[in-house]
């Protein structure tokens, strides 16, 4: 298999070949940070960074839900580490290797062990509650430091936030303006930036303030070189230096020949006169090698870059929109190296099941679009980019060795690799958009629908139409196999299964012959997971989890999956799968969760939170477990794909506990109690002020869930009360986690008789 190969050691190929041919920087597997999965495409990940800066070789870059990565090498490797919030973070200050504070939103955490942990620093009631988002943060020390609102707001902590102390607001000069800049150069002396264009002093630490720049367009950012020496920036070029400690400044002509920006956004300087210099919405850097006097244009990236920072001797790194990062060895003349990877293929929306695994150990594969498959035969710690003869979507694939696959493309035509996908041959088959692929041979390959099963055990080069008929549970002969009606297909070990919406068949000599497996009645299926011939789960178009384990003659609902809003499903074995939420469930603001995974056959739920984007498909596989986001993250049109070999989840679990007031009554009692009911539990532990578990409950009658979010307290404690019950009800309870602490699920019934 020669594609273009993206992995940990090997960047974005298409970005690299944008960039004069520049070289990809080795990267270790990143967590998404918030569970046990680790990104797969695009590598290192990608969320979009916002801020990064270095102390030596050591950084620590920050972007959006949450994202903190830290590199210990200069930005050629990163490990991404759980920073316990799911909020956009814009800041970040490295003290010193082991101690960097990060914010964003309501939200401010601090690591003193080199991000191996965060705490947070409860400067607001949560992180989703607060009466303006942090703007700049500037610490003198990890317990001491001021936080800057954009409302103006100035807190100031000696205690890492366990409580503020207010600050004279900085002066703002337009109603609308807000601080968007802060710095301290001493305990007591400070600046703050304004998008009126101002800068504000204090030599008190904030009790007052004194402006000592004014008239210039909105200011973005400013930083102090030494004691003398300070840069500010802004809109329509603005750049401002100061020499005398920033008692007055001075605006630079930075003349970019053939070019100029309206908003620059923020600055990096290795020295009084060398500079690297981000600029809003664009891909571009403008270096400065004379303190501002003059500038160069640098293009590192075709992705926005949104922060740059000096790192030791000449080392550089930018950091940007889905997960960009460049580096520089020459101070920013040029940046060679790549460390983002490349994205995959963006999803083929228009395939039954774009997520699929392979015959070989450790394969899977995503269905593109342009007729393209991203590959791995590793469990995902490698892929490969193939590329069919096709420009239109992959519809359908079969791969049933590392070397030997079968697609089915928009184009209608049937395609066979025995290369891994280096070259492929057309096949002399008539299919169709919704024509589905088994093949549980290099040999033995089945057309699956529309209407009934075409197999061919020459490799693909004839097929025959699959004569006879279905056999029925009790041994009697049932419809035509050619009248079938099925929309999918799906191989496990040596038993292939099809699936219509309302029947499902199963075959045990290499689709010679079929036999039903029976289904609920009124239940129509979207999806069949089974994991032997008698052992499997459904996803029905209610959104319900049926599990059965005598070959479909008995199904039971599972009633604690607590949510209908069900994208996919998928297990590896009788204990072990995942289902995939299509419009995540939120607790609270800002708490979203995008699967459920157990280990335990559906007795119990683990909620786990991953890029936070609504829908995705999920595959579980014996030896690792993917999910494919179909969400997609700002400036990345692609499909973002996660692996995990502990089924996602984390080493630190939470418990969750889930108590009913009364767990039988006779339907007079429930009356009686005016359809109340009171719901008590305990989150354990609680890691920061404010958090919320989702409570949602469903009547035996409508069959429908309702939910709401409640606060948890201090001591994790939690309290409310359902009311308008008049049926048998199931209640669950979920905690997304926090990325240190994993998510958990309560559940219990009240049975009504």
């Known amino acids: 298999m020669n594609g273009l190969r993206r992995t940990a050691l090997a960047g974005a190929v298409c970005l690299v070949l944008t960039l004069s041919g520049a070289a990809a920087a080795g990267a270790a597997p990143v967590s998404s940070g918030h569970s046990g999965w680790n990104w797969a495409l695009p590598s290192p990940q990608g969320q979009s960074l916002s801020d990064v800066t270095f102390d030596g070789f050591t950084g620590y870059a920050v972007g959006d839900f949450g994202t903190v990565l830290k590199s210990g090498d200069g930005g050629q490797t990163w490990t991404g580490v759980p920073s316990g919030t799911l909020s956009d973070l814009s800041v970040v200050q490295e003290l010193d290797p082991q101690t960097v504070i990060v914010g964003g939103g309501c939200a401010l955490r601090e690591s003193t062990n080199g991000g191996a942990t965060f705490q947070s620093m409860p400067i607001n009631p949560s992180d989703s509650v607060c009466g303006s988002d942090l703007s700049a943060i500037s610490f003198q020390s990890a317990s001491t430091g001021y936080v800057a609102l954009k409302s103006g707001q100035v807190l100031y902590t000696t205690n890492g936030g366990a409580t503020v102390e207010a600050k004279t607001n900085v002066p ?42 004014t008239g210039y367009g909105g200011l973005n950012a400013i930083t102090f070189i030494n004691a003398q020496t300070a840069f500010a920036v802004g809109g329509a070029g603005t750049l401002l230096t100061s020499t005398n400690g920033g008692t007055s400044w001075t605006k630079e002509p930075l003349a970019v020949p053939g070019d100029s920006f309206a908003d620059l956004t923020g600055i990096s300087c290795a020295s009084a006169t060398q500079c690297l210099i981000t600029t809003a919405g664009s891909n571009s850097l403008i270096l400065t090698s004379d303190g501002g006097q003059t500038g160069a244009i640098v293009t590192p990236s075709n992705q926005q870059l949104r922060s740059v920072a000096f790192t030791t001797g000449t080392g550089v790194v930018a950091v940007g ?53 991203d590959t791995t035969t590793d469990g995902g710690a490698v892929w490969s980019l193939e590329q069919t003869p096709s420009n239109t979507a992959v519809m359908a694939a079969a791969f049933p060795t590392a070397s030997t696959g079968y697609v089915t493309t928009g184009d209608r035509i049937l395609r066979k690799t025995t290369d891994g996908g280096d070259s492929w041959s057309s096949l002399d088959a008539t299919v169709s958009g919704q024509t589905q692929l088994a093949a549980p041979s290099a040999s033995t390959v089945l057309l699956v629908g529309p209407r009934g099963i075409r197999r061919s055990t020459d490799g693909g080069q004839t097929f025959g139409t699959v004569a006879g008929h279905v056999q029925l549970a009790h041994g009697a002969r049932g419809a035509a196999v050619s009248s079938l009606s099925l929309t999918d297909a799906a191989v496990h070990g040596s038993t292939i299964f099809a699936w219509g919406t309302d029947t499902a068949y199963e075959s045990t000599n290499l689709g010679a012959s079929w036999r039903t497996i029976p289904l609920p009645r009124q239940t129509k299926i979207r999806q069949l997971s089974f994991v032997s011939p008698t052992t499997g789960y459904a996803l029905d178009f209610a959104g319900d989890v049926l599990f059965t384990s005598d070959r479909g003659a008995q199904w039971r609902k599972l009633d604690n999956v607590g949510t209908t809003a069900l994208a996919s499903i998928s297990f590896s074995s009788a204990q072990r799968g995942l289902l995939a939420l299509d419009v995540r469930p939120t607790i609270g603001a800002s708490l979203p969760l995008d699967l459920l995974a157990t280990t335990d056959g559906g007795a119990t739920w683990q909620p786990q939170v991953i890029d936070g984007l609504d829908g995705g498909h999920v595959l579980a596989t014996s030896s690792a477990d993917y999910f494919a986001s179909v969400g997609v993250p700002l400036g990345n049109p692609y499909t973002s794909v996660f692996t995990t070999a502990t089924a996602g989840a984390s080493p630190n679990p939470s418990r969750l506990t889930l108590s009913l007031s009364a767990k039988q009554l006779t339907a007079k009692a429930l009356r009686r109690h005016g359809g109340r009911v009171t719901v008590t539990g305990r989150l354990t532990p609680v890691t920061s002020p404010g958090e919320r578990v989702l409570l949602s409950y469903r009547s035996r009658q409508t069959g429908d869930w309702t939910s709401r979010t409640i606060t948890v307290a201090s001591s994790g404690a939690y309290q409310t009360t359902v009311s308008k019950l008049r049926a048998t009800t199931d209640f669950v309870v979920a905690s997304a986690g926090d990325g240190t602490d994993g998510g958990a699920q309560g559940y219990a019934r009240l049975t009504v008789k």
């Open 172 to 213: 703002l000069p337009l109603g609308s303006a807000q601080t968007t800049g802060l710095t301290f150069t001493s305990p007591t002396t400070g600046f703050a930036t304004t998008s009126g264009g101002t800068i504000e002093e204090t030599t008190d630490g904030g009790n007052s303030w004194t402006q000592v720049a």
């Open 321 to 373: 929109v889905a997960g960009t990062i460049v580096l520089s060895a020459n101070g920013g003349a040029q940046f060679p190296t790549l460390v983002s990877g490349g994205p995959g293929v963006p999803l083929s929306t228009n395939a039954e099941l774009p997520l699929l695994a392979g015959g070989a150990p450790g394969s899977a594969y995503l269905l593109g679009t342009g007729g393209q498959l």
